[in-house]
């Protein structure tokens, strides 16, 4: 299919999970595509996997300073841009009393203060119209043990395609969120359990979804192409609850 066919899009964190299959997918319907990434071992796979025609960018989600050279280097490739997915994140799960102010901070850098000043400098250069996706979760909807400053910072994005859909509607600019359950990706490898640990925290969040299993990063990005496309023009400031039923609990 050509859903996407001629556009020009950037997906942060687009070098594993979520942001990887979106990429695929954004390609197969017809996209240009840059991804975003800091680990160069993944940066490295995707060239390879995404093909040559794919701008690879690193970038670190939490540097202020550095969301103007993202911007600059799309601007050098594709002249504007018509697609955000603002999909770089960062979990970490813990009790209220083992956090610091250094954890809280790199939690809230990189899943919201980055990403808001990367559609800040982006701005100049989004085109009308333009999709912006956020990539939020429904642990901002439901009462999870551990996941204080993760949800927060998750909540956070989900008032910005409101506040910021009210603001830039005007110039063209969709804003809209998908807020998926646990998902299988290697996030989960991130959160510095043991693999024995891992293994009891995967059970025990599986065991809190109605469909009885982790979702798929291909069922996420399915609907990050639709938001992203022009079947949702008339679709601003909503979010796309993709959990497994979790949030209804």
């Known amino acids: 299919m050509d859903r996407l066919k001629g556009k020009r899009a950037l997906i942060t964190g687009g070098t594993s999970g979520i942001g990887l299959e979106t990429a695929r997918q954004f390609l197969s319907e017809g996209a240009r595509v840059a991804v975003t990434g800091t680990n160069p071992e993944t ?13 690879i960018i690193k970038a670190d989600a939490a540097d202020v300073a550095g969301q103007k050279a993202v911007a600059e280097a799309i601007k050098q490739a594709f002249g504007g841009l018509d697609i955000v997915f603002v999909n770089a994140g960062v979990a970490l799960l813990k ?19 980055g990403p808001y000043f990367l559609l800040q400098a982006l701005l100049p250069i989004l085109s009308n119209p333009a ?10 909807h439901i009462g999870m043990p551990n996941s204080s400053v993760y949800a927060a910072s998750k909540a956070a994005l989900q008032s910005f395609i409101r506040t910021l859909s009210g603001e830039l509607i005007g110039r063209g600019v969709r804003l809209n ?46 609907a990050v192409v639709f938001l992203a496309s022009d079947e949702a023009a008339y679709t601003v400031g909503s979010e796309i609850m993709i959990d497994g039923g979790m949030g209804t609990l």
């Not at 940066?43 to 701008?55: N, S, T, Y």
């Open 177 to 222: 969120a998908v807020s998926p359950g646990p998902v299988a990706t290697p996030l989960y490898g991130k959160l510095g359990f043991t693999e024995t640990d891992l293994k009891a925290v995967a059970e025990s969040i599986k065991g809190q979804v109605p469909a009885g299993r982790f979702g798929k990063p291909s069922e996420i990005a399915k």
């Open 131 to 140: 999709s912006i996706v956020l990539n939020t979760s429904v642990n901002a």
């Open 43 to 55: 940066l490295e796979a995707a060239r390879k996997e995404l093909g040559p025609d794919v701008v």
């Open 95 to 113: 009790p209220v009393e083992a956090w610091d102010e250094v954890g809280f901070d790199r939690v809230f850098d990189v899943n919201v203060k």
